[in-house]
Structures are given as C-alpha cells and as structure tokens.
C-alpha cells in the first residue's frame, strides 16, 4: 500500500508559527477520525501535553479553525527533524509516496531521534524489507542490542533495536500495521447451511 505524505510544512500545525532553518519539528504520521492518514508538523517546543489536548492524547487543536476544534487522531509514529527550507528550484506541491521502505529510513535514519513508540514499527519495518531484499542484516553492536542494517540501493548503514517478533509483538502493533497493509477484512460467518 501506498500513501501520498506532503512534504514537511511550513508553519507549525499548533501555533500556526513559521519554521525557520534549524528549528527542531516533530512530525506525525496519523490517522484522522474521518480515516484520512496525514502528517502533522509543529515545532518541537509546541508538543507539550496539557490536560485533555496536545499530541500526546492524540487530540491536535488547529489554531486556524479556532479552540472549538479538536480533531482526534491515531498516530502512528512521530520523527524528529531539524527543518531546512526548501530550495527555490523544488517543486512546492512534490510530494513522497510513503512506503514501507521510506518510512523506514525516515524512523531509522541516524538523525532521528530513537522512540519506544516507533520501535515496534521499525522493527517490523526491518523484517518486512529484509524479506523484499531491499535491506540485509550485517550484524550487530558491540552491545548486542542493536542489529545492523544495510540499504542496498544506497549502501547506508541502520541500526534497529533487537526485539522478539512474537504473537505479542504483531498483537501490540496490529493497529500501526493498518497504516501498511490497510485495515483488517471483516470476517464473514458461514451459516450453518454453508458450514455442511
């Protein structure tokens, strides 16, 4: 499955700031009430929970559509990124198709910081390129708690943190997985005249 993900923006999605070069933004991949999956930017600062809002309850207030609107959102995964403008020769209204493999070396890509929240999905992230062929495991940290990756189209090196792939581990995830692999069928029941 694919997804169209915007690029960063341009203002904070919280306070409706500007972002300038350098400033710290914490983006998040989310799923909207309506169902719509979108990207939230704002300003590292802004992300502070308080009673009954902010990113962490998962309850985004949108400063452009005032205080009575509250949108309710899953969220997925969260990255942070030093914001750098876009040049003058890129394309504004470009956009990234969001893959398995982007998200992958979005949450996994040295600059960005590690999360308990995003570990899950890495790791299944890892698992699921490892069997398409697009990364290969090279070993591991001197720690042990970490395996090494290495994206073969780029030859970039990603470390993972080791984790048990169990039924515990995919039932933990099985929400963040709809983002990839889309929602779960709804399963049919036979009746007991198909059933014979």
């Given at each position: ?118 570990t899950p999905l890495l790791q299944f992230l890892a698992l699921l390129l490892e069997r398409k062929k697009l990364i290969k495991l090279r070993g591991h940290t001197e ?11 780029t030859h970039q090196f990603y470390e993972v943190p080791v984790g048990d792939l169990n039924v515990e581990f995919f039932q933990k995830i099985q929400e963040h997985l ?19």
């Amino acid at each position: 499955m694919e997804l169209t993900l915007h690029p960063i923006a341009t203002k904070c999605f919280v306070s409706g700031r500007d972002f300038h070069e350098d400033d710290r933004v914490a983006s998040y991949l989310v799923r909207e009430a309506s169902g719509e999956v979108t990207r939230r930017d704002l300003l590292e600062s802004e992300d502070q929970p308080s009673p009954g809002f902010g990113v962490a309850s998962g309850r985004f207030v949108s400063p452009a559509a005032g205080p009575e609107l509250v949108e309710r959102a899953f969220i997925y995964c969260r990255w942070v990124v030093a914001f750098k403008q876009r040049k003058a020769e890129e394309d504004p209204a470009r956009t990234l198709k969001l893959t398995a493999e982007n998200l992958f070396l979005t949450l996994a890509a040295p600059e960005a910081e590690p999360s308990a929240t995003n570990t899950p999905l890495l790791q299944f992230l890892a698992l699921l390129l490892e069997r398409k062929k697009l990364i290969k495991l090279r070993g591991h940290t001197e720690d042990g708690q970490r395996q090494i990756y290495e994206h073969m189209p780029t030859h970039q090196f990603y470390e993972v943190p080791v984790g048990d792939l169990n039924v515990e581990f995919f039932q933990k995830i099985q929400e963040h997985l709809g983002v990839l692999v889309g929602p779960p069928k709804p399963k049919t029941e036979t009746s007991p005249a198909a059933a014979q």
